[in-house]
C-alpha cells in the first residue's frame, strides 16, 4: 500500500495557496477534488502555534464536519488502510494485549505518525484537523493503534514543534516522523486529576540535570523510544518548578517497572516507569525551566481533542458493526430486526448522538487551527464523545444480543474500549470542571 503522506502530501503543499492558484487548480485535477476552500487549508501548521489568530471574514461558512480536500482524502485513505491491515489483527492483539510491531511499523511507513510534522523534518506537513480525522478513521476499526497515534501526534510532536529548540527539532523530529514512538509522562501516583502535584524530582548538575520518581498510566511506554517527562526542578515554588524534559529509552536508571492489564485498550501499552539518578543532559531541557505546567496545560487541552476523536471514531465503529449485523444478518418474526420501528428508533436516536458529538470535535478542532480559544470546546468535545461513546457502544451489545456479547466479533471490545474516554487526558469530573468555571467567569457580573 502506497504511503498516504506521500500521496497526499502534493496537495498539502499547495493547499496553503491562494484557492485560485494554478499550482492548486492543477493538483485538483490531479487528484479528481473539488473547487473550495475551507478554514483548515488557509494557513500552514507553525503559523497557528504562535497563536495568531486567523482572519475569518473571507471564508464563506460551510457545514462544520465538511472536510477539506485533504482531510476527505486521509479519511478514505486511513479507512482504506485501517480495514485492510489492522482489522485482521485487531482481535488477536486485544487477546495477547499487545501491539503488533509490524502496525506500528506500518503506522510510520503511511506517515500517520508525523502528521503534523512539517516536511523539512520528515513529516507529511499537514493540518491539525487531518490528523483529527485519521485519529477518528483509527477509532472506528481498534481505539488502541487510535490512542497511539493520537498521543504520539497531538502531545509529543506538538510538544516538540512548539517549545523544543532547533537543535531538538532537527534530531527528533525525522526519527518521531519515521521510526520513533513518543510518549508523554505527567501521571503518578498521587498526581492523577491533580496533575501538578508531582513527586517525581530533578536537580541541576554539573552536565544537566539528574532526575528521581516514577510515573504511571504512561500511554506507549512499551512502544515509545522517546518520552517527555514532567518533573519539578524547584518544590519550593510549587507547580512553578515543573519542568519538561526529554528522555530516551535505555538511559542508565530508567526503567518500565509494570505493565498495566487493563479492561480495553489492551494493544495500547500503558505502565508504570521509574528514575533513579537518571542523568539528563541540559540539551535536552525541553522549552524553558519552571514551564512544564503551562506546557502541559496547553497540549493537555490540544490532546483532548484527539481524544474526543477516538470516541466519536469508536462510536461510530460501534455503531457501524451492530446497524449492519441488524438490517442485513440477524431475522426474527420473519424480517430483519432492523426494520422493527422499535429498533429503528433506537439506531436513530444514537446516530443522532454520533453526530452531535462529531460536531463538537470538528468545531473545536476548527478553532483551534484559527487560533481562538478552543479550552471550553475541547472540554465539551471530550465529555460528550465519551458519553456517547460509552452508551452507543453499550447499546450495541444489547442490539446484537448473544453475538454482541461474545469475543468472536468486535461488540464487546468496543463497549471495553469506551471507559476510558472518561478517564484519561482529563476525567469527565475534570471537563465539567472546566466548562463550569469558564461559565461562571463569563457569566458573573
Known amino acids: ?46 503559523s497557528v ?12 461558512p460551510t457545514p462544520i464536519s465538511h472536510r477539506s ?57 499537514m493540518n491539525f484537523t487531518a490528523a483529527i480525522v485519521a485519529i477518528e478513521e483509527l477509532a472506528r476499526v481498534d481505539p488502541s493503534v487510535s490512542v497511539m497515534c493520537d498521543v504520539h501526534n497531538t502531545l509529543v510532536n506538538t510538544a516538540v514543534l512548539k517549545y523544543g529548540s532547533e537543535a531538538i527539532k532537527k534530531k527528533w523530529l525525522p526519527r518521531l516522523a519515521t521510526d520513533t514512538v513518543g510518549s508523554f509522562c505527567l501521571s503518578e501516583p498521587v498526581s492523577g ?22 510515573k504511571m498510566w504512561i500511554t506507549n511506554s512499551m512502544e515509545a523510544g522517546f518520552f517527555i517527562v514532567f518533573a519539578n526542578l524547584d518544590p519550593s515554588k510549587g507547580y512553578k518548578g515543573i519542568t519538561a524534559f526529554i528522555l530516551e529509552k535505555g538511559t542508565p536508571g530508567f526503567e518500565i517497572a509494570k505493565k498495566e492489564k487493563k479492561l480495553g485498550i489492551k494493544a495500547s501499552s500503558t505502565c508504570v516507569i521509574t528514575f ?14 519552571g514551564q512544564g505546567y503551562k506546557y502541559a496545560i496547553g497540549l493537555l487541552n490540544e490532546g483532548r481533542i484527539g481524544i474526543a476523536a477516538q470516541m466519536t471514531g469508536l462510536a461510530w465503529g ?31 436516536q444514537a446516530w443522532t448522538h454520533l453526530q452531535a458529538a462529531r460536531a463538537l470535535v470538528y468545531n473545536a478542532a476548527r478553532k483551534k487551527e484559527a487560533g481562538q480559544d478552543f479550552v471550553q470546546d475541547a472540554a465539551m468535545a471530550k465529555l460528550f464523545a465519551s ?50 468555571r469558564l461559565l461562571q467567569r463569563e457569566y458573573t457580573r
Open 69 to 125: 480536500e485533504i482531510e476527505a482524502l486521509m479519511a478514505d485513505s486511513v479507512s482504506k488502510f485501517a480495514n485492510e491491515v489492522i482489522l485482521p489483527k485487531v482481535r488477536e492483539m486485544d487477546e495477547t494485549e499487545k501491539m503488533d510491531p509490524a502496525i506500528v511499523e506500518h503506522m510510520f511507513e503511511q506517515g500517520l505518525m508525523g502528521i503534523e510534522i512539517p516536511e523539512e523534518y520528515g513529516g507529511a506537513g
Open 49 to 60: 502555534t504562535k497563536g495568531e489568530p486567523l482572519d475569518l471574514t473571507d471564508i464563506p
Open 193 to 214: 486529576s491533580d496533575a501538578f502535584a508531582l513527586a517525581t524530582k530533578a536537580v541541576k548538575t554539573d552536565s544537566g540535570y539528574k532526575l528521581n520518581g516514577s
Open 1 to 46: 500500500m502506497a504511503s498516504i503522506s506521500k500521496t497526499l502530501r502534493p496537495l498539502a503543499r499547495v493547499a496553503t495557496s491562494s484557492s485560485r492558484s494554478p499550482a492548486l487548480r492543477a493538483t485538483r485535477r490531479r487528484y479528481n477534488v473539488p473547487h473550495s476552500r475551507y478554514l483548515s487549508t488557509t494557513r500552514p501548521y507553525l
Open 318 to 348: 460501534a455503531w457501524e458493526n451492530a446497524a449492519n449485523y441488524c438490517f442485513n444478518d440477524r431475522s426474527q418474526f420473519g424480517q430483519k430486526i432492523g426494520s422493527f420501528q422499535s429498533m429503528q428508533h433506537q439506531l436513530a
Open 276 to 289: 533513579d539518578d537518571v542523568e539528563i543532559p541540559k540539551e535536552n531541557l525541553l522549552g524553558e525551566e
Open 387 to 436: 458519553q456517547v461513546a460509552g452508551q452507543v457502544s453499550g447499546q450495541a451489545v444489547e442490539w446484537m444480543g448473544g453475538m454482541g456479547f461474545v469475543r468472536e466479533g468486535l461488540a464487546e471490545k468496543y463497549w471495553r474500549d469506551s471507559k476510558i474516554g472518561a478517564i484519561y487526558e482529563g476525567t469527565s469530573n475534570i471537563q465539567l470542571t472546566t466548562i463550569g
